[in-house]
């Protein structure tokens, strides 16, 4: 499996072929996409992973690899960076009831289990939890990280608002701050593409999503800018979240009205 962005560190990309192993299967795996080491990637603050990053990284290119939707192993980076500079703008009271390494590893692992991404969802679980014992997480360090990543979706939390411990407010933060913006519109793009979504129908009004089922049914491409994307600057959780978020949000509203605003023609003016 493959990190196919470039993101992950600056000139570390390249696009010849390359063989995976697998070590659990010992199947191989050959592709042309640009991928990078993990040995490579920089975490904020850390300089080069360690060791238990790498195993980290490793198991969630095994997991996401082959994702074509935006919740791929790029996704799970940028959340992870956005959870540390979260960490990092926090004042140093609250940023020290951080569990750091717990935060990292639930914002790496996050969409492992997601339905849109795993094909069995309780194999998925049961072979994420006999991992995270691995590296040394207590027991409670374990179930906390599920109860995180099962509870963080905005799907989750359409009927009422489901309370996340400190470490879950900021990777869920994390996780929608990649959500919008720029990022954020080009995967709501190449999400939708994916799954073969209309882009836009004027004569289809938004709806105001009443549960996770509901939310679930197909919709157009832009109206997901409505019906989710916009909401989500209202729902951070952190200080430092809602910094980051007030400057993306007006990115994505500039993108929807220069979309709806070309899509009508009236961006033209007479010459």
Not at 222 to 228: A, D, G, L, V, W
Request: hydrophobic share 40%.
């Amino acid at each position: 499996m493959n990190v196919r962005q470039g993101s992950l560190e600056d000139g570390a990309r390249t696009t010849r072929p390359h063989e995976h192993v697998h070590k659990d299967t010992g199947s191989t795996h050959t592709d042309t996409q640009s991928r990078v080491p993990p040995s490579r990637v920089r975490s904020r603050k850390l300089g080069y992973m360690d060791a238990y990053i790498k195993r980290v990284v490793l198991f969630v290119q095994q997991h996401l690899g082959d994702d074509r939707t935006g919740h791929d192993v790029a996704h799970a980076y940028r959340v992870v960076q956005l959870a540390l500079r979260i960490i990092e703008l926090m004042p140093e009271v609250e940023a020290a009831r951080v569990n750091r390494r717990l935060v990292q590893c639930a914002a790496w692992v996050h969409d492992v289990i997601d339905p849109k991404v795993a094909v069995d969802v309780q194999a998925t679980e049961t072979e994420l939890r006999a991992f995270l014992e691995t590296l040394d997480f207590t027991e409670a360090e374990v179930d906390e990280i599920f109860f995180i990543i099962t509870h963080m979706s905005f799907s989750k939390n359409i009927e009422s608002r489901v309370p996340l411990s400190l470490n879950g407010q900021i990777v869920q933060d994390a996780d929608r701050l990649d959500a919008i913006g720029v990022i954020g519109v080009a995967r709501a793009l190449y999400y939708g593409g994916a799954h073969g979504d209309v882009l836009y129908d004027p004569a289809v009004a938004p709806r105001v999503l009443a549960d996770e089922s509901e939310y679930r049914e197909p919709g157009t491409v832009i109206n997901h800018f409505y019906e989710k994307l916009f909401q989500l600057k209202d729902l951070l959780n952190t200080d430092a979240a809602r910094q980051i978020g007030e400057k993306r949000d007006l990115k994505m509203h500039s993108f929807v009205d220069d979309f709806r605003a070309e899509w009508e023609g009236s961006d033209v003016t007479d010459a």
